[in-house]
């Protein structure tokens, strides 16, 4: 017999999940007095996670120095808005007549279905702004839904080396209620110092970790801020190691793959160029999206639309 026939076979080794590694550029946020945040989706290698299709990334912005958030009145089409917080406060005005404030570990959850209009503007007693602002692309068979606006304040979960909140979906055994139109997750983390903090994870789902602050390793690769590591769809657990001397903190998504091809140009997200020219034309022109009472300015007007065709694309470039 052969060496290879009589010697025992070395067991299998776990392989660690591959991650790639999106990083941020610096894009300026709409008006006049436009602050800069980092932008990771849609990126040139991979527009969505789940339906998570536009993640930003700001701060800690000195408000005093930078002038903070003012954005005017703005439509959206066919995408939910959520708005989450690490530090200050930001005053929300929409046509449903909702007058709402984002707060720190504070969910605000906007539907815009067919469409609606509003504006974000950072309260005269913030000093520092520092959050995210994800979209998520509604199905088609929802995208035309009624607009809708809701608020959740989930509590603190703790985990063993650091503490999770759950602001959409189920992760260590807390659910948000707020609803959505396809299975998604999303947390805030933080880590102790040189903990490491394994997750149970929907293995249809694929993932992304956001990184606030801190050094991570999320399945063996590293992640520095601003950083997100995505992660496809097959593990069953989430690995996170903060290999830094003081807390991090970061944001995790989730959710199954959105097969369906879109649009996304200015805060339109349609299936066809048809769809987002009518959907400006709508908002410079008509009375879709409602208007947005108390906001002490005028409305954004609508770029010009580009002169090339916009073309259907999928979660992957």
Partial sequence: MSTAETEPRPAAQPQDPQVEVLTARDVPLGGPRAMTVRRTLPHRSRRMIGA????????????????????APHPHTGLQTVSWLFTGEIEHRDSLGVHAFVRPGELNLMTSGHGICHSEVSTPATTVLHGVQLWVALPDEHRHTARDFHHHAPRPVPLDGGEARVFLGTLAGDTSPAPTF????????????????????????EHGVLVDHGDLRLAGTALHPADLGYLAPGPGTLTLTNTG???????????????????????????????????????????????????PGDRLPAPELPTTLLKPRGRVR
Avoid at 59 to 66: H, N, Y
């Fill in 245 to 295: 001397d003081t807390e991090a903190r970061l944001i995790l998504l989730g959710g199954t793959p959105f097969e369906e091809e879109i649009v996304m140009w200015w805060n339109f997200i349609g299936r066809s160029m048809d769809d987002i020219t009518r959907a400006r034309s709508d908002w410079m022109t008509g009375n879709r999206f409602g208007e947005v009472h108390g906001y």
């Fill in 182 to 205: 396809t299975p998604l997750l999303g947390a805030e983390l933080t880590l102790h110092p040189h903990a490491t903090v394994t997750l149970a994870l929907d293995p249809a789902f």
């Fill in 52 to 71: 998570w299709c536009f993640v930003d990334h700001y701060g800690p912005d000195d408000v005093a120095r930078t002038g903070g958030m003012d954005v």
